[in-house]
């Protein structure tokens, strides 16, 4: 295959080209036609100097990743993924070709939109996004140039999931980053982090611009526009567009919040809401535009809305033989009186680093009014003409709630003309008109009714894969696992929250409860209804302390408490093991099994030994006894004994003779007990007193404990000591055996 494909050349025997639609910074896009299905795609086929680059592989896998990311979604508002391939080296892809403009065109046409008209666009869009989101797929490029609106006015996005892979190669020209720049969020812009609230910042921005007419932050440099994302919040809508609905402009703040944690989680999210700020609008905020704008004047012309009721139609000539859809049926859903040239139709592979390089004008053209508008105001019909009817879903309803009211101010033109000839005007379109009109409004009355009171109007509790249920019984969703569920109800599209708790008989990660509980049951869509899941954490963990066996801290000196408060729940303590301890303080631990410091399940065993104190103890009788038994007894005891010695008259030398605590007095180990030991009678020498006076002697006598008598045969007549008995020098007892002193006798004359 050469750089660019030839008209007429066919790709893998099956897609021939038609014409080159337009080339983006990653690929070139063709028209073809899918020759064994007869139908128009669109082609998507990358760049050879990137498929021939340094970094191919890693380029390569990327770009088939996302394109099986986005082939995976299902959902009326994005482009189908038809095929994959690789020719020549390079690899392509094929995408449903939608007939259309892009959104781009018509924000250049109209300038500021209408809530209505904006409402509409954003529902759409979240209901694309929010099918990516519930396949784990981030766009990563929502702008208006990747939002196509198809000839039957609704919105399918392109470009889904190829941005990451478009911007490793091109995101160093300033076009590129020009083209992306206003719509990325902070967190991609500096950390690379691409998230569904990024997508949902995106789609606030859009939905600023649609409404103000201009994006929050404008400059040529787009180094400057980066900057002011990442550092500068974005101003309320309600300050660029004063009369706007208060709860239009808190839902846009909500997705263009800077922090990601302040935004909807993901387009699910957004969507509900989304549900109660149109539920609650009052009518005359749906037609709130901004009227300051000067482009309005100049799109508008004769003050005729550029947009169809049902949304963004693009007007379609009326050639008279219609024009052929993606699928080859005749299309005339978009026809009209008036024929104005057609504006740009949009491939479904808008390449994201062009602005408008995939916009081309339609060859084919008719002669319209000169000076007429360019737009027309259109109704599209049932999208179900050409194509295979697909159920009504929540979403589907949710727009059309938008969108209903406004085909009452629509009148067909062709009556106008009819007035005008002055031909008798049939009946019949009057009658055609009123069945309408009934028929509207049964319709309107069923959708109503389905919307808020019927099936519309809650979702039903689903059943888990996991779960086996008992016919006639109510099946009670608990013990099973939450990331399955968590799946079956991201593609029911159900909301809910989750909270996680321990719990020592349910697994982690598998659910605990859910309200409602059972399957089947019914979840309101309003008042922010939705699921609450509790799931499990597993059985919680417990640490024992390491400090525990510390008896100077607080754990030591009560483990028990210690250990309840680290959260166990099994501790074996049996009272009948529990020790007397010299050392351990009473109710501190003796022993403790696992070791202090392990971690475990809360509620596993802890076995625990705990000291009873020092063992009491009655104080043994050591009076009388020796100090060498008197030892004895204490050590047996593990009593602890300070000794001292006195003089005793009664009891022998060596021998107890008195303690500090009375015999039978309870005491425990380790107390101390003062005891006297006896150094037997106490004895003096005495001295020689004779030849002193009387009194002389008889105060050294007394001094040493003696008792002193004096003997005067002669009479006292010099009162000097002749004699003393017992005599100097011997050694005497200072009392006798029954405690009294000594007598010591002084002879005088």
């Known amino acids: 295959m050469t750089e660019t494909a030839n008209e007429g050349q066919i790709i893998d025997d099956r897609y021939r080209i038609v014409r080159k639609i337009a080339d983006g910074g990653m690929a070139t896009v063709y028209e073809a036609i899918d020759v064994r299905l007869d ?8 760049h050879a100097q990137l498929a021939q680059g340094p970094h191919r592989e890693q380029f390569v896998e990327r770009f088939h990743r996302e394109a099986r990311s986005a082939a995976a ?77 198809n000839d039957r006015g609704h919105v399918q996005i392109t470009d889904f999931g190829l ?37 949902l910042y995106s789609v606030g921005i859009m939905a600023w611009e649609m409404l103000a007419g201009e994006p929050p932050f404008q400059s040529d440099n787009p180094v400057t526009m980066v900057f002011k994302h990442v550092h500068e919040d974005v101003p309320p809508i309600i300050t660029r567009c004063p009369g706007i609905e208060p709860s239009v402009s808190a839902f846009i703040a909500r997705l263009t919040a800077r922090l990601v944690e302040d935004r909807p989680a993901d387009a699910m999210e957004a969507q509900r809401l989304l549900r109660p700020v149109i539920a609650e609008m009052p009518m005359e905020a749906w037609q709130y535009r901004r009227s300051d704008d000067p482009r309005r004047a100049e799109a508008t012309g004769d003050g005729v809305s ?43 592979a808008a390449t994201p680093s062009e602005v408008s390089s995939t916009t081309v004008m339609d060859n084919r053209s008719t002669d319209g009014a000169k000076g007429a508008d360019t737009r027309t105001r259109v109704l599209a019909t049932d999208p179900n003409a050409d194509r ?80 086996t249920c008992k016919t006639g019984k109510d099946c009670t969703i608990k013990n099973v696992s939450w990331s399955s569920f968590r799946s079956t109800l991201n593609v029911a599209g159900i909301p ?131 100090k060498d038994e008197a030892q004895a007894l204490f050590d047996s005891l593990q009593l602890k004994a300070s000794y001292s010695e006195d003089y005793s008259d009664t009891v022998p030398s060596g021998s107890i003779i008195s303690a500090s605590q009375a015999v039978g007095t309870q005491l425990h180990w380790g107390d101390t007990v003062d005891v006297v030991v006896s150094k037997g009678p106490q004895t003096v020498t005495l001295p020689d007193v004779t030849g002193k006076s009387t009194s002389e002697a008889t105060s050294i006598l007394e001094a040493l404990g003696l008792q002193v008598k004096v003997s005067a045969p002669l009479g006292d007549l010099t009162h000097t000591v002749r004699l003393q008995s017992p005599s100097a020098g011997q050694q005497v007892r200072v009392r006798d055996a029954n405690g009294n002193k000594t007598v010591i006798t002084l002879t005088v004359v």
């Open 388 to 467: 295979k009817p697909r159920s009504i879903t929540s979403q589907d309803a949710f727009t059309q709630a938008i969108t209903a009211s406004d085909t009452s101010d629509i009148q067909p033109s062709s009556t106008a003309e009819h007035s005008r000839g002055g031909r008798p005007r049939s009946k019949v379109p009057i009658i055609i008109a009123i069945i309408m009109v009934v028929v509207l409004a049964a319709g309107a009355g069923c959708g109503a009714w389905w919307y808020y009171l019927g099936p519309g109007s809650y979702w039903t509790m689903p059943k888990p894969t996991d779960l």
């Open 163 to 199: 941005a990451k892979a478009a911007s490793q190669a091109t995101l160093s020209t300033t076009g590129m980053l020009l083209g992306t720049a206003a719509y990325l969020a902070p967190e991609m812009i500096e950390n690379n982090q691409a998230t569904p609230q990024g997508d």
């Open 306 to 348: 550029p947009l169809a009721p049902n949304g963004l139609v693009p007007p379609r000539r009326d050639t008279g033989m219609g024009t052929k859809d993606s699928n080859g049926s005749e299309d005339s859903a978009a026809r009209a009186t008036d024929t104005p040239p057609q504006p740009p139709a949009m491939s479904s």
């Open 73 to 149: 979604i299902a959902n009326p508002h994005i482009v189908q993924v038809y095929d994959t391939g690789e020719i020549d080296g390079r690899n392509y892809l094929v995408m449903e070709y939608v007939h259309g403009v892009n959104l781009r065109y018509e924000m250049n046409q109209q300038g500021p939109f209408t809530v209505r008209e904006t409402l509409r666009v954003v529902a759409e869009t979240l209901d694309g996004l929010a099918a990516a989101h519930r396949a784990g797929v981030v766009h990563r490029d929502i702008k208006p140039e990747n939002i196509l609106l």
């Open 39 to 46: 139908r128009h795609v669109a082609v998507k086929v990358m």
């Open 496 to 626: 809910y929250s989750v909270a996680q708790e321990y719990n020592d008989s349910i697994d982690e990660g598998n659910i605990i409860s859910t309200t409602p509980s059972t399957v089947g049951a019914h979840i309101s869509k309003r008042n922010a209804g939705n699921v609450k899941i509790t799931v499990s954490k597993g059985i919680r963990q417990a640490t024992i302390p390491s400090d525990i066996t510390d008896t100077s801290t607080e754990d030591g000196k009560d483990p028990l408490t210690a250990l309840e408060k680290a959260g166990f729940t099994n501790i074996s303590h049996n009272v009948n093991n529990d020790e007397y301890s010299l050392t351990v303080p009473k109710n501190a631990l003796l022993s403790i099994s696992p070791d202090p410091g392990t971690t475990m399940d809360h509620n596993a065993s802890v076995t625990v030994k705990l000291s009873l104190g020092p063992m009491p103890v009655n104080m043994p009788d050591v009076v009388g006894r020796t």
